[in-house]
């Protein structure tokens, strides 16, 4: 039983399951209501591999498989894609075929199953960003009203503020639109509160997680980010190595070599976005940093990216930067490790003089 895989086709009530044997051929489908699935978990022989898709859910029925005995494999979707026999003629049982197969690739990288606490701290960074974005589209929406009837409000949230507070800007509207107008400042303050309330409840999450506390010795990295990279990849051991995360978070330049030649094009953008994004943000401050920070006083990362701001174009640096971050995040978050600013003079490939002043004089 050992070599039967079974491939799952998630989905909200009927999940699609499709079993294969040593052979790779298929020995059995079915369909199996949400209930019913559950119940067939815990009939299957310990050891059992049961492959998904890594979508919704899939963490929550990849716990269940590890409660009952069975080998929970998820991966992403572009993954499976290629080993879908018709990519014109897409159905459930297809899928689940498809994702069985792909389970059997020897090369195959699979996605680590999230705790409950792991999703729970992310749940508070989606909550978060969905209301940035409705936070957004309601202030643009009162731009839009304001600027039907010559009131042009600049940008920012506090010029919005300022013009909504304003008795001779609420002079210019007709009276009509006083009530529409208020209604929507309300709903706007609200949302706003609530993102100030998720901003506190992740800074709360950090401070009580010693990894996050850690991570944050890291200059540009906040409660935000360092909750964010400990919610999403934990201790990081699913990474072989600090390089495979900068990858996976899309850090790393595209290939098109060939030949014997390489071809290196833009940063590949895939993987997590959010985490992509907070490390860039992140690196803006870094960069602030070591742009003001005395030459005596700057660590060996601070020169480091004063030499590539000189030579490199700001984009660039950014997500240099935050490629830099990221490895270091990775090697914290393993080792088990506080930050060390010194720790690079440890490599045995580095030939550089250890005290701080000489290498400041030498840079």
């Known amino acids: 039983m050992g070599t039967i895989t079974m491939g799952v086709d998630l989905a909200k009530q009927v999940f699609s399951v499709s079993e294969l044997d040593g052979n790779g051929r298929v020995r059995q489908r079915r369909d199996l209501k949400r209930d019913a699935f559950a119940a067939w978990l815990v009939q299957q022989p310990t050891g059992t591999v049961v492959a998904m898709e890594a979508c919704s859910g899939a963490h929550h029925w990849a716990r269940r498989c590890l409660e009952h005995g069975v080998v929970p494999q998820l991966m992403a979707a572009q993954f499976v894609k290629p080993f879908r026999k018709s990519q014109g003629n897409r159905n459930d049982r297809n899928d689940a075929e498809a994702i069985a197969t792909a389970a059997r690739q020897g090369n195959m990288r699979f996605v680590a199953v999230k705790t409950v606490d792991q999703q729970a701290r992310l749940s508070w960074h989606r909550v978060r960003e969905g209301y940035k974005t409705e936070g957004l589209a309601i202030s643009n929406r009162l731009r839009g009203l304001l600027a039907e009837f010559g009131v042009v409000v600049a940008r920012s949230d506090q010029a919005l503020g300022r013009a909504l507070a304003d008795d001779g800007v609420r002079q210019q509207l007709p009276p009509m639109l006083h009530a529409l107008i208020d209604d929507l400042q309300q709903h706007w303050q609200h949302v706003r509160r609530r993102i100030t309330a998720c901003d506190e409840g992740i800074a709360a999450h950090a401070k009580a997680d010693v ?20 919610a999403t990849i934990g201790d990081g051991r699913e990474f072989t190595h600090g390089w495979q995360l900068s990858a996976w978070l899309g850090l790393t330049p595209t290939q098109h070599s060939s030949g014997g030649k390489q071809r290196l094009g833009a940063i590949s953008c895939r993987g997590d976005d959010y985490l992509r994004t907070l490390l860039i943000q992140g690196a803006r401050s870094s960069l602030q940093r070591a742009n003001v920070v005395a030459l005596e006083r700057a660590t060996a990362e601070q020169i480091w990216i004063r030499s590539l701001s000189q030579r490199l174009p700001f984009g660039k640096v950014l997500v240099a930067i935050a490629n830099k971050h990221a490895r270091q995040l990775w090697a914290m978050l393993v080792r088990d490790e506080d930050y060390d600013a010194q720790a690079w003079l440890r490599h045995p490939m580095v030939q550089r003089p250890a005290n701080h002043k000489n290498r400041s004089a030498a840079a």
């Open 211 to 230: 990894r996050s506390v850690r991570t944050q010795q890291i200059i540009g990295v906040g409660p935000l980010t360092a909750d964010a990279v400990v």
